[in-house]
């Protein structure tokens, strides 16, 4: 082959490598194309995770203005939603709740699945004694109610954000551990690692440099999936009196209290944040099922 040819060659392949620029718009094309549920759950997603983002400026009224000249109305063109029975606007107070809902819930994913997979990393790679004390320990936690040991932690330490985020993390670390766990242990035999550990390889090299990238997957589907059942949690705590303390909105305590009183009268009170619920929850678990056939390398060709 000539000179020319094979610089021909080199540029040719130059252009077809994809640009860092266009990746994210490939990825989101090839979600549309194969898996069009999942990418339904992300636009849903990001219409929401927008007007909690950008709260201040997309809705229309502060979350605690009062217009007692429209009390309980129903939808209208100038409340969108409806107000609830100090005339607030329900839309403004859907988007701050929701704003509320996932900051929380994202913090404690984050926490949870950070703990999660240290825990499981380390337990699954050395296995032995400390693997089967640290399962055991997991058994306890999952066997007790989580609930009830959420609103015991919270009655004992205060309502607020932090306690929210540091309760729930800590409650969905250890259950969450046992599905990484369940992978570290099965990448633990792959000949690559053992290749690793015949060149002199350190323990936290081979599990941070060549096993986490390839549970890096399961992790993300995981987190995903778990963001919407946290998002229950956190709503559950809520609607039990245990949230955020009035007069900041949450999803939880709008379905509660004043929502419960006037359901009758207005059940727009209850309906709303109800459906935002819904549709939070629904597209994270259709967006973590077509994450985890898409990023897992296994499915890929499916």
Same mark, same amino acid.
């Given at each position: 082959?000539?000179?020319?040819?094979?610089?021909?060659?080199?540029?040719? =392949?130059?252009?077809?490598?994809?640009? /860092?620029?266009? *990746?994210?718009?490939?990825? +989101?094309?090839?979600?549309?194309?194969?898996?069009?549920?999942?990418?339904?759950?992300?636009?849903?997603?990001?219409?929401?995770?927008?007007?909690?983002v950008f709260a201040k400026w997309v809705a229309p009224y502060s979350y605690t203005q009062?217009?007692?000249? *429209?009390?309980?109305?129903?939808?209208?063109?100038?409340? =969108?939603?409806?107000?609830?029975? +100090?005339?607030?606007?329900?839309?403004?107070?859907?988007?701050?709740?929701?704003?509320?809902?996932?900051?929380?819930? $994202?913090?404690?994913?984050?926490?949870?699945?950070?703990?999660?997979?240290?825990?499981?990393?380390?337990?699954?790679?050395? !296995?032995?004694?400390?693997?089967?004390?640290?399962?055991?320990?997991?058994?306890?936690?999952?066997?007790? &109610?989580?609930?009830?040991?959420?609103?015991?932690?919270?009655?004992?330490?205060?309502?607020?954000?932090t306690t929210m985020i540091v309760v729930v993390g800590l409650g969905n670390a250890p259950? /969450?551990?046992?599905?990484?766990?369940?992978?570290?242990?099965?990448?633990?035999?792959?000949?690559?690692?053992? *290749?690793?550990?015949? =060149?002199?390889?350190?323990?936290?090299?081979?599990?941070?440099?060549?096993? +986490?990238?390839?549970? /890096?997957?399961?992790?993300?589907?995981?987190?995903?999936?778990? +963001?919407?059942?946290?998002? =229950?949690?956190? *709503?559950?705590? !809520?609607?039990?009196?245990?949230?955020? #303390?009035? &007069?900041? #909105?949450?999803?939880?305590?709008?379905?509660? !209290?004043?929502?419960?009183?006037?359901?009758?009268?207005?059940?727009?009170? /209850?309906?709303?944040? !109800?459906?935002?619920?819904?549709?939070?929850? $629904?597209?994270?678990?259709?967006?973590?099922?077509?994450?985890?056939?898409v990023l897992d390398p296994r499915l890929r060709g499916g």
């Open positions: 082959m000539t000179i020319s040819e094979v610089s021909l060659q080199e540029s040719y =392949l130059l252009r077809k490598e994809p640009s /860092a620029w266009t *990746a994210p718009t490939r990825w +989101l094309w090839m979600l549309l194309r194969r898996k069009p549920l999942g990418f339904s759950g992300l636009v849903i997603l990001a219409i929401f995770v927008l007007s909690a009062p217009d007692f000249m *429209a009390r309980l109305e129903g939808p209208s063109m100038a409340h =969108l939603l409806g107000t609830d029975n +100090l005339g607030r606007d329900l839309l403004s107070r859907v988007i701050y709740g929701t704003r509320v809902s996932f900051g929380i819930s $994202f913090a404690a994913v984050v926490l949870a699945k950070t703990l999660a997979t240290l825990m499981a990393l380390i337990s699954g790679y050395y !296995g032995g004694w400390f693997d089967k004390l640290f399962q055991r320990l997991v058994d306890i936690w999952i066997s007790l &109610p989580t609930l009830v040991i959420l609103i015991t932690l919270i009655g004992v330490l205060g309502q607020g954000a259950n /969450a551990s046992r599905l990484v766990r369940s992978i570290v242990v099965s990448v633990r035999e792959e000949p690559y690692i053992m *290749a690793a550990e015949c =060149l002199g390889a350190s323990h936290m090299r081979i599990m941070f440099r060549h096993m +986490l990238p390839n549970i /890096a997957h399961i992790v993300i589907f995981s987190a995903t999936v778990t +963001l919407g059942s946290t998002i =229950l949690i956190v *709503a559950s705590l !809520g609607f039990l009196g245990y949230g955020i #303390p009035p &007069p900041q #909105p949450d999803l939880g305590a709008m379905l509660s !209290g004043d929502g419960l009183e006037f359901m009758r009268r207005h059940p727009y009170m /209850a309906f709303w944040p !109800g459906v935002a619920i819904t549709l939070i929850v $629904f597209a994270f678990n259709v967006l973590g099922d077509a994450l985890r056939d």
